[in-house]
């Protein structure tokens, strides 16, 4: 048996006695802050706090007499070791035989009994599903108190940092004329009050940035859009004096971030209510219906208009992102000559490879922050498409087998994605067949040619083709949207061969940025993931309609060492030895050592 988590016992119990003062008998815990961004501050992590589990997907449910807790398949191990002794019962999703959560409550809870959470962490879709099912047992929701408030005593505060102004010449439009087309926007949709929730978005529209998600230059944030008024609701210590001078002299009104529910309460609606519910947490959501109905007004769920504007980038973004990518590649370049310099002279872990790359992208112009947590795993640790290596847990990189860096930052005028895998020391025949097929599939979609009105579902085929042919597949997608000077993953627009109901179908556009990142992951043996990123490009027009391309924003050579030419037809020879050539005569002029320019020149002579 193993020893008792007296600690985790104690919270529980805490919570309980809670549970019985609020008259809730059932309560959800996931894993989310309250705009579902993708990585939750410390302040959110109410679930690793009452089970001790703290892997980034996970909802823990707490009865008075059972406490359950779901993960997925990536974190079963891992969370069987963290629970030990607490009491909490792991529930495997999509194990034959494990309930869903919904599954669960609806066996388990008692006609009229009461389901509790924190409806500011718990998406609306989730929200409403649980409503409609658990009404067949006359269950009641109250969703309108964090009772961690209470429980959760040295709890870390709310993220608050303070915000800062881009300067239109940056941003290419100013924060009144992305205002105006968004206006127009809601007028198209017989709208007169807009409640924006996605962060990017409003960080997109206002030209403000802020730094309370990690990775993501964003501040918590609501905002109200009326025909005469524009709200935005914030932490009041994040408004320094620049943004409020700023605010004032464009007109934007500021609010205490945590009065949105009170102002939406009070609000007399002046029109049809347009929000997007895939952004819409489950309080927000259900306040706003309740006022609809009081108001007599159509409450409308559209996509939000700012994603489709934010996602086709204007001519100073695109100008500006091109810069910052050759910068960006050039630094990666420097650091793959590095990796090759001084594996197995001295010793390279895969933490210290990626201390050594983000110290390196650091003295960069402009930088502002890293756009994820770089990803370096050597050998069968690549097979993990999202493995981390930390301080305490990483292998050593020999001089054998490949490294596999995927890695980002973000800047003032971009925001990178790359991904190069490389060669470190000897590697087999299988290694150069995969890693040739996985590059073959990155070149042939960035010389994709296609008709306006594709989609990524269309195009995604070029990228998987030559791996399918082999019988292999990789498990994530071909390519995601990057933002400006915003988070790393932006949609709508993707780059997927599968059909998910409910998931966005976007056709691709002059403007938008899209990530091209096919890979071989081989469980125990090794990863490859070859990386770049796209920028969607008018092409000729004619009788058949407005042709596209894309145009490569990412210059960092891909490792000859893993490549053979028995695996490509001449046109891929010649696209590769194309892409080099470009690489060469972009990269070039930024660097400044002799030593790796000569390596340069070699990494990217022709095949």
């Known amino acids: ?97 494990v309930p869903t959560i919904t599954e669960y409550l609806m066996e388990n809870m008692k006609e009229g009994q009461v389901l509790g959470f924190d409806g500011r962490v718990v998406s609306t879709s989730i929200g409403e599903s649980l409503e409609k099912k658990l009404s067949e047992k006359n ?93 935005l609701f914030v932490q009041e210590k994040e408004i320094t004096d620049g943004v409020k001078a700023y605010c004032d002299k464009e007109g934007i009104i500021l609010k205490d971030y945590h009065s949105l529910i009170d102002e939406v309460d009070k609000t007399s609606m002046p029109g049809n209510v347009l929000f997007d519910k895939r952004n819409t947490n489950f309080l927000t959501y259900k306040t706003l219906v309740k006022k609809a109905e009081e108001a007599k007004v159509v409450l409308k769920n559209e996509k939000d208009p700012t994603e489709l504007l934010k996602a086709c980038k204007n001519d100073t973004e695109i100008k ?37 790359l983000d110290s390196m992208r650091a003295e960069l112009p402009g930088f502002i922050e890293l756009s994820f947590p770089t990803i370096s795993a050597y ?24 490294l596999l860096v995927d890695s980002g930052g973000t800047y003032m005028g971009g ?56 019988g292999i597949d990789y498990k994530h997608g071909t390519g995601h949207g990057i933002g400006y000077i915003l988070n790393v993953h932006e949609g709508p627009q993707n780059i997927r061969w599968r059909f998910t109901p409910g998931q966005n179908e976007a056709p691709l556009l002059p403007g938008m940025i899209v990530s091209d990142e096919p890979g071989v992951y081989i469980e125990g043996k090794y990863g490859i993931r070859i990386e770049n990123i796209l920028e969607v490009v008018k092409g000729d027009a004619n009788e058949y309609g407005q042709f596209l391309h894309f145009a490569h924003l990412t ?49 990217t002579r022709e095949i």
Request: hydrophobic content about 40%; some cysteine; aromatic content about 10%.
């Open 379 to 402: 050998n069968a640790n690549a097979a993990m498409a999202h493995y981390e290596a930390t301080e305490d847990n990483y292998a050593v990189v020999n001089p054998e087998g490949m």
């Open 139 to 231: 269950v009641t929701l109250k969703f309108d108190k964090d009772l961690a408030e209470y429980v959760w005593v040295e709890r870390p505060a709310l993220p608050c940092h303070d915000m800062y102004v881009l300067p239109d010449d940056l941003c290419g439009m100013s924060f009144k004329e992305k205002l105006s087309v968004v206006r127009e926007k809601m007028a198209e949709k017989g709208c007169k009050f807009y409640l924006l929730s996605k962060l990017d978005d409003i960080m997109w529209l206002t030209n403000l940035r802020g730094n309370d998600v990690e990775c993501n230059p964003v501040a918590l944030s609501y905002a109200i859009i009326t025909e005469n008024e524009f709200t």
């Open 415 to 470: 925001t990178t994605d790359v991904t190069r895998t490389i060669v470190v020391g000897e590697i087999s025949d299988e290694i150069k067949r995969t890693y040739t097929a996985t590059v073959v599939g990155m070149l042939r979609l960035a010389n994709a040619n296609f008709l306006e009105g594709c989609s990524g579902k269309n195009v995604d085929i070029l990228a998987r083709q030559c791996l399918w042919d082999m």
């Open 555 to 603: 210059y960092v050579p891909i490792d000859r060492e893993a490549i053979d030419k028995k695996y490509m037809e001449p046109r891929d020879i010649k696209a590769f030895n194309d892409y080099h050539a470009e690489v060469y005569k972009r990269v070039s002029p930024l660097i400044k050592d002799p030593k790796i320019l000569n390596w340069l020149r070699e990494a």
């Open 1 to 97: 048996m193993p020893a008792e988590n007296t600690v985790i016992k104690d919270r529980l119990l805490r919570l309980r006695n809670k549970m019985k003062e609020e008259g809730i008998d059932y309560y959800m815990m996931p894993t989310s802050d309250f705009h579902n961004s993708e990585y939750s501050a410390d302040f959110f992590k109410v679930r690793e706090y009452f089970c001790g589990f703290d892997g980034s997907n996970g909802t823990l449910v707490v009865s008075q007499d059972e406490a359950g807790m779901w993960t997925d398949g990536r974190y079963f191990i891992q969370a069987e070791n963290q629970m030990k002794g607490t009491g909490v019962v792991l529930f495997k999703m999509l194990e034959p035989g």
């Open 320 to 356: 500006n992102i091109r810069e910052v990518y050759v910068r960006d590649s050039a630094k990666l370049t420097e650091f793959i000559y590095w990796v090759k310099a001084n594996v197995g002279k001295t010793e390279i872990t895969e933490y210290s490879a990626a201390m050594k």
